[in-house]
């Protein structure tokens, strides 16, 4: 359950990732989450994830049925773009900046949990990790850290891990593969863009989180 957390211990942790001699938060040095600094997400994917990213849209749909089903379907109606497989446009870069972060979890992984789950509005950043970008969600009971690599027109690839509870910072991607994060970084509005995560490991068939600056 993603319940908030006092949004300054992890901002704190945030920030003390900021480059040496930096004022801005947003200059993000190289950070431990990746094996390797590279572009090329390809080289340091998991073959699981590259299978849940291979997936991600037959996941997705099975996700929405499942959340459908559950007696949600005008709720789902109201989200628009950020919650058809089939809504990405063109152009998927987003700009580096703090934006309210939203999830929703889509379809239960086993009994006794929901199919379909709105989260709050969150506290998030995307800053520079050398040259790529770089996103941490700073509040929340389960927080992404990870890197955002260039991929084609339409979408960008997350990968990251998951940062549970009262920790302070996120594990290195690859070192546990529960807390592995995979995902497509797509625009599917003026100013919104979302994060499609195929398979978590964690309770729900697909989570989409919303980034609109704040």
């Known amino acids: 359950m993603d319940f908030g957390m006092s949004r300054w211990p992890i901002l704190a942790a945030a920030l003390a990732l900021a480059a040496c001699g930096s004022n801005d938060p947003l200059e993000i040095t190289r950070s431990p989450t990746m094996p390797r600094a590279t572009k090329a997400w390809r080289e340091i994917a998991t073959a699981t994830d590259r299978d849940r990213l291979r997936g991600w849209r037959d996941s997705f749909i099975e996700a929405l049925a499942a ?4 007696g949600n379907p005008d709720e789902l109606a109201r989200e628009g773009r950020l919650l058809e497989p089939d809504g990405a446009l063109a152009g998927p870069a987003i700009p580096d900046g703090r934006y309210r972060c939203r999830v929703t979890k889509l379809g239960a ?5 929901l199919d379909y789950v ?3 509005a969150f506290s998030c ?6 040259s790529v970008q770089r996103l941490d969600k700073l509040s929340g009971s389960q927080r992404y850290v990870g890197v955002i690599f260039p991929h ?3 979408r960008s690839v997350f990968l990251g891990t998951l940062v549970l509870g009262d920790e ?3 594990m290195q991607y690859g070192q546990d593969e529960n807390r592995n994060v995979a995902g497509y970084v797509e625009r599917v509005g003026e100013r919104r863009w979302r994060l ?3 398979r978590p490991h964690y ?3 697909t989570d989409v989180m919303e980034l609109v600056p704040e």
């Open 67 to 70: 959340a459908r089903a559950s």
């Open 109 to 113: 992984q086993g009994h006794g949990l």
């Open 118 to 120: 709105a989260y709050p």
């Open 125 to 130: 950043v995307i800053g520079r990790d050398g």
């Open 152 to 154: 084609d027109a339409i």
């Open 168 to 170: 302070i910072r996120g």
């Open 196 to 198: 499609v995560m195929p």
């Open 203 to 205: 309770e729900s068939l």
